[in-house]
């Protein structure tokens, strides 16, 4: 459970007649999510997932970068980093912002290079400094080093030229049932892009994953607030919680999937198969982090402890995060992803026309 770091995103056509093109204007009209989700559809992802999905991606790389750092430091195996609810709150809507930043990009056609590496990276650094001497909550200027200055800049690549182009291409079906065949038909296509198909198992685990660092951030920022006052809300875990929560997850998932789906099992009857796998997986990583010096928990000072790597004291925790589980996995199940063709070309298309133009210079 997190204490256990306790010590340590229209156009309008058709004919006014009633002519012949009539009966087309509804695939006319119907609206397509542009690159950043600055069009708003019923088939891209809801605001409310963009937001949450953003504050716990920024958590996670929060806790990647001090995790790091203090490796670099002090050459700890635990890989203990930091975050808390409030810059996870400072994420969600700098990252809102920025996507809104980001789907400007058509109007830098013909001049990619601008967008991506002076554009984009000024307004990134810009709302991460602000975000950082907020965040202080002192009166004094925070001065930002070159070394941080680079890793901004570097990150605002990673956000401009991969985290924004994956996102646009996530379609979220509310009408679409959990157990609703993977063929689809030509219904589930989107106007000028590929055939729509569920998230990949790698995704699933980088997804499950990040909540798993989110859930100890918070629980360990709680914790803290109640024990030491800290309204900070500082929280922390391990690096190794991402691979522990994101493997976990993965497989209480194909659990659910199995057990409700194909043998119809309620909640209930599931909830100790769950809880027993979390219980054997979490002994089986504290087995073995704990040779390398990188078990960063310890259980001996809690009752109903079992070699100080579990306590039934967290079995409220545990169920109730199984039972989210569920909630999350019937969410992804209604997540999609397609092959961006339109935005794909008028990329192309931006580089070819700069080759051009090149070319006729020379």
Same mark, same amino acid.
């Given at each position: ?10 156009? +309008? ?5 009633? @002519? ?6 509804? #695939?006319? %009209?119907?609206?397509? @999510? ?7 559809? &019923?088939?891209?992802?809801? #605001? ?9 991606? $920024?958590? =996670? ?29 400072? &994420?969600?809507? =700098? ?21 991506? !590496? ?8 810009? !709302? ?17 080093? /070159?070394? %941080? ?14 985290? +924004? ?25 989107? +106007?000028?892009? $590929?055939?729509?198909? $569920? ?20 629980? =360990? ?8 006052? *800290?309204?900070?809300?500082?929280? &922390? ?19 659910? !999937? &199995?057990? +409700? ?29 704990? %040779? ?15 070699? /100080?790597?579990?306590? !039934?004291?967290?079995?409220? /925790? ?7 589980? *569920? ?6 199940? #209604? ?7 339109? @935005? ?19």
């Amino acid at each position: 459970m997190a204490s256990r770091w306790r010590d340590g995103p229209r156009g +309008h056509s058709g004919n006014p007649t009633g @002519g012949p093109n009539t009966a087309r204007m509804p #695939r006319q %009209q119907e609206p397509v @999510g542009e690159t950043g989700g600055a069009v708003e559809s &019923h088939r891209e992802l809801p #605001r409310w997932m963009r937001l949450y999905f953003y504050g716990m991606h $920024g958590v =996670t790389l929060d806790v990647l970068l001090s995790s790091v750092q203090g490796f670099l430091n002090h050459r700890d195996p635990k890989l203990v980093g930091f975050s808390s609810p409030y810059l996870c709150i400072m &994420h969600s809507l =700098t990252h809102f912002a920025l996507e809104k930043v980001y789907s400007q990009k058509r109007c830098f056609r013909g001049r990619p290079v601008v967008f991506h !590496l002076v554009f984009y990276p000024s307004v990134y650094i810009g !709302l991460q400094i602000l975000i950082g001497n907020i965040n202080t909550l002192t009166e004094h200027v925070r001065v930002v080093s /070159g070394t %941080q200055l680079l890793v901004h800049y570097m990150m605002s690549l990673y956000f401009a030229l991969v985290f +924004h182009r994956g996102l646009s291409r996530l379609q979220y079906h509310r009408s679409c049932a959990p157990d609703c065949p993977s063929e689809l038909g030509p219904e589930d296509r989107v +106007h000028d892009r $590929g055939p729509l198909r $569920g998230l990949p198992g790698f995704v699933r685990f980088l997804f499950f994953g990040m909540q798993g660092l989110l859930d100890e951030v918070i629980f =360990t920022s709680i914790f803290n607030l109640v024990e030491k006052s *800290d309204r900070s809300l500082s929280g &922390h875990t391990s690096l190794w919680s991402f691979l522990m929560y994101g493997s976990c997850s993965f497989v209480v998932e194909k659990l659910y !999937l &199995h057990l +409700h789906y194909s043998r119809g099992w309620g909640t209930w009857r599931r909830l100790p198969i769950y809880i027993g796998f979390i219980y054997a997986w979490e002994l089986s990583w504290g087995l073995v982090l704990r %040779q390398f010096g990188a078990c960063s928990w310890d259980y001996s000072h809690y009752p109903h402890n079992f070699m /100080g790597l579990i306590t !039934l004291l967290y079995l409220p /925790g545990w169920a109730c995060l199984s039972l989210y589980q *569920d909630v999350l996995s019937n969410v992804l199940l #209604r997540v999609k992803r397609t092959k961006d063709v339109t @935005g794909l070309s008028e990329e192309n298309g931006e580089v070819n026309g700069l080759v051009e133009s090149k070319k006729k210079l020379l």
